[in-house]
């Protein structure tokens, strides 16, 4: 089946800094976005989604941009802090089941 | 969003026994689904608990191995049947809140000997 995936698999952030995730799907039927961060120990967390029929959301230090041309997904970080450090999830569904599917996950780590 | 909790937590087991984990949600919840996330991977969809009718399994994911029971529409169970090693996984519920988000629960952390 059509996947979704993450360029990277770490990332490592001065505190302070930006923080860009990259997310690749091949779905071309995805139609809503999600991503999660997973903090050490706990359930993934919901951060922000975007719909298919958007380009660009923003919430509190976040920013998802999503580029449907080139099928990529993005989550912004402003001003990295150490309580960012976790593993972010992208996922995706479409309309059709509901069924979320998620990317491999990247780990980001605040350096001090 | 939904406040979600699991019981237990965590749980150390042996093989060849079962083990039930509980997930309940403080709101009435249309859908909801139980994923598998192995040591440092990503999440993988076992089942849709359906209420008042059988579960809807992912391929590779058998009703034999992981028996779903969904009583009401707050309250679900996860078996994880005859454990060996290779089952050895975070266990998570989620619900699905709105017209397509999901929101999950803290996981069970289950190690199996």
């Known amino acids: 089946g059509e996947s979704v995936g993450l360029h990277l698999p770490t990332l490592s952030v001065q505190e302070g800094d930006n923080s860009i995730i990259n997310c690749a799907y091949s779905?071309?039927?995805?139609?809503?976005f999600i991503w999660y961060k997973q903090e050490s120990g706990k359930g993934p967390q919901f951060i922000i989604d975007?719909?298919?029929?958007?380009d660009k959301r923003q919430g509190q230090r976040v920013t998802v941009l999503l580029n449907k041309t080139v099928k990529h997904l993005s989550l912004q970080i402003a001003a990295t802090q150490p309580g960012d450090s976790a593993v972010y999830f992208c996922?995706?569904?479409?309309?059709?089941?509901?069924?979320?599917?998620f990317g491999a996950g990247t780990t980001v780590t605040v350096r001090a | 969003s939904a406040v979600i909790s699991q019981k237990p937590s965590r749980d150390i087991c042996q093989r060849g026994t079962s083990l039930t984990i509980q997930c309940q949600v403080d709101s009435q919840v249309t859908m909801m689904f139980w994923y598998r996330q192995q040591p440092g991977q990503s999440l993988t969809l076992i089942a849709t608990?359906?209420?008042?009718?059988?579960?809807?399994?992912e391929s590779g994911f058998v009703i034999d191995k992981f028996p779903i029971s969904r009583p009401n529409l707050t309250f679900s169970t996860l078996t994880v049947s005859n454990m060996s090693p290779e089952d050895s996984s975070i266990y998570l519920c989620?619900?699905?809140?709105?017209?397509?988000?999901?929101?999950f629960g803290p996981g069970t952390r289950l190690l199996v000997l």
């Open positions: 996922a995706e569904n479409s309309k059709r089941d509901y069924k979320l599917s």
């Open positions: 608990a359906n209420q008042g009718s059988e579960a809807t399994y």
């Open positions: 989620s619900v699905r809140a709105g017209p397509e988000t999901q929101y």
């Open positions: 975007i719909r298919s029929n958007m």
């Open positions: 779905n071309s039927a995805s139609d809503y």
